[in-house]
Nanobody, 122 residues
Framework: QVQLVESGGGLVHPGGSLRLSCAAS????????MGWYRQAPGKQRELVAT???????NYADSVKGRFTISRDNAKNTVYLQMNSLKPDDTAVYYC????????????????WGQGTQVTVSS
């Protein structure tokens, strides 16, 4: 099981920017996709962005045009550049490794990081 460590969270004013990093202990090319998810208090964890091993990206409608997911396979690191941040972006952000396999395997045996707090406030 791969270990994932997020960094880069913090407090930022509305309209500001942050870049999150997710460092993996193994080759991220071993996984079908890497992704960023977030969970705000009282809400379900939701998809923010994903990137497949082939480089295809997907974004939640709420972050399109503002966030960019990228990967550096040589560094085994995934990034989330967040621009034009809004108070509604406040959440704990989690890195996720989606394993290759059946839907059951992907749903139950993916790897999660510990999360990093992002707070957008005046």
């Amino acid at each position: 099981q791969v270990q994932l460590v997020e960094s880069g969270g913090g407090l930022v004013h509305p309209g500001g920017s942050l870049r999150l990093s997710c460092a993996a202990s193994a080759s991220i090319l071993s996984y079908a996709a890497m992704g960023w998810y977030r969970q705000a208090p009282g809400k379900q964890r939701e998809l923010v962005a994903t990137i497949t091993s082939g480089g295809t990206t997907n974004y939640a409608d709420s972050v399109k045009g503002r966030f960019t997911i990228s990967r550096d396979n040589a560094k085994n690191t995934v990034y989330l550049q967040m621009n034009s941040l809004k108070p509604d972006d406040t959440a704990v952000y989690y890195c996720h490794a989606d394993p290759r396999g059946s839907d059951y395997i992907r749903r139950n045996f993916g790897s999660w990081g510990q999360g990093t707090q992002v707070t957008v406030s005046s």
